[in-house]
């Protein structure tokens, strides 16, 4: 299993990759912004990508929308704080496969993502 | 406004119970002093707020306070910048969980994080509510200094 996680917070980075090396998955790479995202897909192919929305040069759902012009097979997992219903259904319709509201723990992330490899 | 500020009580609450698994006391919320900036603590976040609102959401912690959250949350790690980046985390996410109450206009910038204790240069035409927070016999504020247009 590979994973990219894309958030300008190093905190977060951080939190998701530990929680996520207890998951099994082994293969993990960060992205601090979209734009470094876009970059990092020339040369890996994760199963799974966890999205940030609120960063700066790129934001999280423009990221998706360019990341499912190419790339069709990961599945990604939107993660953020933005909590108004409308945010999570336009992160489905640019593309991501769920949605995930901080604040997050270990389990709620654990379900967020079993949710989002299984649908 | 009290049932905004309500948003945000119940925004702090949410973070600390799920990020630490151990509730925060949440004090009731004053009107800042003009003269009085006793909410300034050595780490801060300020978050800009646009679309259908103007002002911004400051939130300020101890380094101590940031330290000890960061470690229940399993991070270890004990560079100085973390906890920077962590205090900015955390008003980003109080910030952006208060949408759901405020609507999809509620616009929130990325936030600004600030070290050491300092003036802040808060808008002033908007009044400021001060929200205590106490957490493991630390204290720790949210400023909330919004309104709508």
Not at chain 1, 48 to 57: A, S
Not at chain 1, 63 to 70: F, G, H, N, S
Not at chain 2, 85 to 108: H, P, S, W, Y
């Amino acid at each position: 299993m590979k994973l990219l996680i894309v958030d300008d917070s190093n905190f977060i980075r951080r939190a998701i990759e530990r929680h996520a090396e207890s998951f099994q998955i082994k293969e993990i790479r960060t992205a601090n912004t979209g734009k470094a995202a876009l970059r990092t897909l020339n040369e890996f192919a994760p199963d799974l990508i966890t999205m940030d929305i609120t960063m700066p040069e790129m934001d999280g759902l423009t990221c998706v929308e360019a990341i499912r012009r190419v790339n069709t097979t990961s599945r990604i997992l939107v993660i953020s704080a933005l909590s108004d219903r409308s945010m999570a259904v336009e992160a489905l319709k640019r593309g991501a496969n769920g949605f995930l509201l901080k604040p997050f723990n270990e389990e709620s992330l654990r379900e967020a993502v079993v949710d989002v490899l299984e649908d | 406004m009290e049932t905004q500020l309500k948003t945000f009580v119940n925004g702090a609450v949410n973070y600390f119970e799920t990020v630490a698994g151990r509730s925060a006391e949440v004090g009731m919320p004053y009107l800042k002093d003009t003269e009085k900036d006793d909410f300034l603590l050595d780490c801060a976040a300020v978050i800009g707020i646009s679309g259908s609102y103007r002002g911004c959401v400051y939130y300020s912690a101890s380094r101590q306070m940031l330290e000890a959250l960061m470690k229940l949350s399993g991070e270890d790690y004990g560079a100085p910048d973390l906890a920077l980046d962590f205090v900015g985390e955390i008003a980003n996410t109080i910030a952006g969980n208060a949408q759901r109450d405020l609507g999809a206009g509620f616009l929130i910038s990325v936030p600004v994080v600030i070290q050491g204790i300092s003036t802040v240069r808060l808008p002033r035409e908007i009044p400021h509510f001060i929200i205590p927070i106490k957490w493991q016999n630390y204290k720790s504020y949210i400023v909330i200094a919004i309104s709508s247009k």
